[in-house]
């Protein structure tokens, strides 16, 4: 069975979310059985490479609100990512535009690796000032993943995988996808948010019950 969990690697609400599904695929029986695929989708798409400022400051500057008050959310975000293993270090996030980093994710997928490359790119981003805009700072973070550098590097010196992130956007707005994270289970139901592990398992075991029935 399918899963298929549109994402940003800029998106701590993904990066909670992605941690819990994981979570709560340990726990499934059958996983064995589950493909996990990660799916494109940009928060902002007219993003330049690199912004100015800290992310406090950009986000305050976009969705109003003092940029305190954007301080204070990622204070409570950084409390839920401890309880999920994720060290939030929002002081050093480098925001920037993500198509690269998408590109670069299916570029992991056609050789098995994009789960490692997302944890990567996320961890590098929320955690280690990784400036996720900057072609040189991503080719050398896949590459600490497992990815050839060269090819990386390749990749995004062309067009490759560009389509295939478009495709995704693209599926996604049909599907109705304004927000992320959101699961789509087996092609049929959806998830939208970082919901608690339980919800997740939960999810998937109904999903793959209701598989079985009809097979």
Known sequence: MELELWLDVVCPWCYLGKRRLDAALER????????????????????????????????????????????????????????????????????????????LIHLAASIGAQEAVVERL????????????????????????????????EALDGDDFAAAVRADEERGAALGIRGVPFLVLDGRYGLSGAQPVDAYLQAVEQAWGERAAVA
């Open 28 to 103: 499934f029986d059958a996983r064995d059985q589950i493909t996990l695929v990660h799916r494109s989708f940009e928060l902002d798409p007219d993003a330049p490479r690199r912004r100015e400022g800290t992310l406090a400051e950009m986000l305050a500057a976009k969705y109003g609100g003092s940029v305190a008050e954007a301080e204070a959310r990622q204070a409570q975000l950084t409390e839920l990512g401890r309880e999920d293993g994720i060290a939030f270090r929002f002081e050093r996030a480098q925001p920037g535009n993500t198509f690269d980093a998408h590109r």
């Open 122 to 153: 996320m961890r590098g981003y929320f955690g280690e000032g990784l400036a996720i805009g900057d072609p040189a700072e991503l080719v050398a973070a896949v590459a600490d993943a497992g990815l050839d550098a060269a090819t990386a590097r």
